[in-house]
């Protein structure tokens, strides 16, 4: 099994900076990928951003050039920096780790709040 425990998440004016973290434990593999999404009130869950083993990512549009996506394989970590942040990003933000190895499990954090006030 894996756990995926989140922090970071909090209360910040427009135009600030958080930092999320996200701490994998259990049974992990050199090639899972990670991952955040979100999910705004009454919204879907949404990529945010992506990592895969090797380091390559990938963003959504809405948030490129704000945040970016790193992890620490040493640590089983992944964490998403967020510049400039917008009201429209409030949201719970979760954890992803998606095991390719296998045939494609998902796993999920809890989540970790993010508000932006205007």
């Known amino acids: 099994q894996v756990q995926l425990v989140e922090s970071g998440g909090g209360l910040v004016q427009a135009g600030g900076s958080l930092r999320l973290s996200c701490k994998a434990s259990?049974?992990?593999?050199?090639?899972?990928?990670k991952g955040w999404y979100r999910q705004a009130p009454g919204k879907q869950r949404e990529l945010v951003a992506s990592i895969s083993s090797v380091g390559s990512t990938n963003y959504a549009d809405s948030v490129k050039g704000r945040f970016t996506i790193s992890r620490d394989n040493a640590k089983n970590m992944v964490f998403l920096q967020m510049n400039s942040l917008k009201p429209e990003d409030t949201a719970v933000y979760y954890c992803?780790?998606?095991?390719?190895?296998?045939?494609?499990?998902?796993?999920w954090g809890k989540g970790t709040l993010v508000t932006v006030s205007s």
């Open positions: 992803n780790l998606h095991r390719i190895r296998g045939g494609g499990l998902d796993y």
């Open positions: 259990g049974l992990l593999f050199s090639t899972d990928a």
